[in-house]
């Protein structure tokens, strides 16, 4: 029985993956990962604001040191902070040293809502060894006046440049706050995505009470979280060229198998992994590998899709009907 799967038209020894986070900015981590099973590994990522904020400052730099001495510019790369402590070259050098550290593809990740400077670091990401680029497009529309057509057509014109700019496989994590989901992400895939990430999560402030401000607090995802993502992955499986990551609430091997029948090609962990540590990736790839040999499956491809829109006998329950039926059937305590 075979785990192997494709994502983004690599080959990959199974459908895990240790998605963007903390844990994946350190070079032990990333062998620990390999080692405990990991299919490939998404670096943390590098965000707008911080390429941004290098240019600035290596902008003020030269206008400031333009008539010193030779000796000024090496502060030309004076230390701007980047993504968990990376600021944009050691971002690049821990890519290079990923790179060599692992067989496995080291994807890296780049978080933003704009053009601003995603050309030229993908360029230099896959320079660097990157397998693939995963392009996190977080943006909340808070300007009452953005219309949702400017939001998509921005964000098909990031992919379009970036998908131009290099010849790696492009990856796209969406946010479902968008006014369709399935025509932005067909859009998305025409203009050269290779991959749909399904879905980022939206972090929303908090407001302490006690000392009337508004506060930033990480929840890490549960298995409730599943469910839009895996609506989608069900809506899309099937109907698209691109490859299909699931990201949010895996939490069990269960989870796992139901985003594989709802059509992902790959499912992506971080929650897990920050609540129980890197080796819990070994207890997903084999309690996956029991999950199948139990039911004498032979391959992933057995089962992927199986409980998507596309092979379903009741299309309807993915619409209206559901809605309908969970609120007829619910029961008050």
């Known amino acids: 029985m075979s785990l192997a799967t494709k994502y983004l038209g690599l080959e990959l020894s199974n459908p895990l993956v240790a998605s963007a986070s903390p844990l994946n ?24 604001e911080q390429i941004e904020a290098e240019a ?18 090496s502060y030309f790369h004076a230390s701007v902070g980047g993504p968990y402590g990376l600021r944009p070259d050691r971002y690049l050098d821990l890519v290079r040293r990923a790179k060599e550290a692992v067989a496995i593809p080291i994807i890296a990740s780049l978080n933003g809502s704009s053009r601003a400077g995603w050309i030229d670091h993908a360029r230099l990401l ?14 909340i529309p808070a300007d009452l006046f953005e219309s949702g057509r400017e939001v998509e057509a921005r964000f098909t014109d990031i ?17 479902p706050y968008v006014s369709s989901p399935g025509d932005l992400a067909m859009t998305l895939v025409e203009q050269g995505a290779a991959g749909l990430v399904l879905f980022n999560r939206v972090l929303e402030p908090d407001i302490d009470l006690s000392q009337m401000r508004l506060v930033d607090t990480l929840t890490l995802s549960d298995p409730s979280d599943m469910r839009q993502p895996m609506l989608w992955i069900s809506i899309l499986s099937g109907r698209t060229k691109a490859s ?33 540590d890197v080796e819990y990736m070994t207890t997903l790839v084999n309690g996956l590998r029991r999950w199948l040999d139990e039911r004498e499956v032979a391959s992933l491809d057995a089962i992927r899709g199986m409980m998507s829109w596309r092979q379903s006998v009741a299309r309807d329950l993915y619409t209206r009907a559901n809605y309908l039926r969970i609120l007829e059937g619910y029961t008050p305590p």
């Open 126 to 139: 896959e320079e660097a060894g990157a397998a693939a680029i995963e392009l996190n497009l977080y943006h």
């Open 159 to 175: 992919v379009r440049a970036v998908y131009r700019s290099i010849a790696l496989p492009v990856a796209v994590k969406l946010t």
């Open 56 to 73: 600035e400052a290596r902008m003020s730099l030269v206008e400031s040191y333009a008539d010193s001495s030779p000796e000024a510019r």
């Open 244 to 276: 299909l990551a699931a990201s949010g609430g895996v939490s069990t091997v269960n989870d796992v198998v139901k985003y594989l029948l709802a059509g992902a090609d790959v499912v992506m962990t971080t929650s897990a992994l920050l609540r129980h």
């Open 25 to 48: 900015n350190k070079l032990d981590n990333i062998r620990r990962l390999e080692d405990a099973g990991a299919g490939a590994i998404v670096l943390p990522s590098l965000f707008q």
